[in-house]
């Protein structure tokens, strides 16, 4: 197949496209041209800014693909200028468990429906991160509903690519000795690793399933497991204090996702606990090393 991967340089979206290429499929990456990517001549490239509507239609205009893939679409305009330009079979939006207005453990696909919620055409910073999200929903399955479509949702995707560096703090906060603000060391937060969101976009890709999916690597994790696996492996306890810098997860309730839809369709993914432990062993080899 022919395939767009808009966000493909970085992070999932390269685990995505190894999967592509390694099953034969002819990619092309849509770039700003910031960040290099690992494929050499094995991939095309395309050149532009997709918040920008002009140079979408100027690099996109006329062509067509099999699928297009679109891992960093944060608005509905954003999705309206690619898809009023270029023509596809098929259409992959990655979104974000944060389109969920309340979150809670078990929380099921059907908790936000794009299909009854007000279209707003919008730019990124027209509004906050989980409505621009909402929006990008809603503009793919309001207006574009001819065009065969998967919106695939994740939580907060990790690994040791994770740029975020979000769950990274906690282990380097740690090894270093550094007092750490945390407002929710009990509550239990999902995750999905980078390499496990990437296989699941180019397996949808490569299928004709459509529809919407949470994607994720069930079993949860407290922060104050994450944290006393840190200090065990250092021999030294966490200084937690309201005095601490602040960390990137403060204020996340309990939750999880359910996938029984991405089981119905045929996909399992593993638990978190398979990679989990390993993860936060590279982190604290990370973070020793950085010192």
Not at 200 to 220: C, H, K, M, P
Not at 226 to 235: A, E, F, G, H, P
Request: charged content about 25%; hydrophobic content about 35%; overall charge negative.
């Amino acid at each position: 197949m022919n395939i767009l991967i808009m966000g493909g340089t970085r992070y999932f979206g390269v685990h995505m496209v190894s999967e592509l290429l390694k099953n034969g499929h002819e990619i092309t990456l849509a770039t700003r041209g910031n960040t290099k990517d690992p494929f050499g001549e094995k991939v095309h490239r395309l050149y532009f800014d997709r918040t920008n509507k002009e140079e979408v239609h100027h690099a996109l205009h006329g062509k067509s693909f099999d699928v297009i893939c679109d891992n960093i679409a944060y608005s509905s305009n954003e999705v309206e200028y690619l898809l009023s330009t270029v023509s596809c079979k098929k259409y992959i939006l990655t979104s974000t468990m944060s389109v969920y207005k309340k979150m809670s453990l078990d929380t099921k696909e059907e908790e936000f429906s794009p299909l009854e919620h007000e279209l707003i055409l919008c730019d990124r910073t027209d509004f906050p991160y989980d409505e621009i999200k909402r929006q990008a929903e809603c503009v793919l399955l309001q207006k574009h509903s001819n065009i065969a479509s998967a919106v695939v949702r994740f939580p907060f995707v990790i690994g040791e690519d994770d740029y975020t560096n979000r769950l990274y703090f906690y282990v380097e906060h740690v090894v270093n000795g550094l007092p750490m603000h945390i407002d929710n060391t009990k509550e239990r937060i999902g995750f999905i690793h980078s390499k496990d969101a990437g296989k699941f976009l180019a397996w949808v890709a490569q299928s004709d399933v459509t529809g919407i999916y949470n994607a994720y690597n069930e079993r949860t994790f407290s922060l104050q497991e994450i944290i006393d696996y840190v200090s065990k492996k250092m021999n030294q306890c966490a200084i937690i204090s309201t005095d601490g810098e602040a960390s990137p997860y403060n204020g996340v309730k309990s939750y999880s996702l359910n996938i029984d839809r991405a089981k119905k369709i045929g996909y399992s993914f593993p638990t978190a606990d398979t990679y989990m432990y390993e993860l936060l062993d590279s982190y604290i080899a990370r973070a020793i090393e950085s010192r």
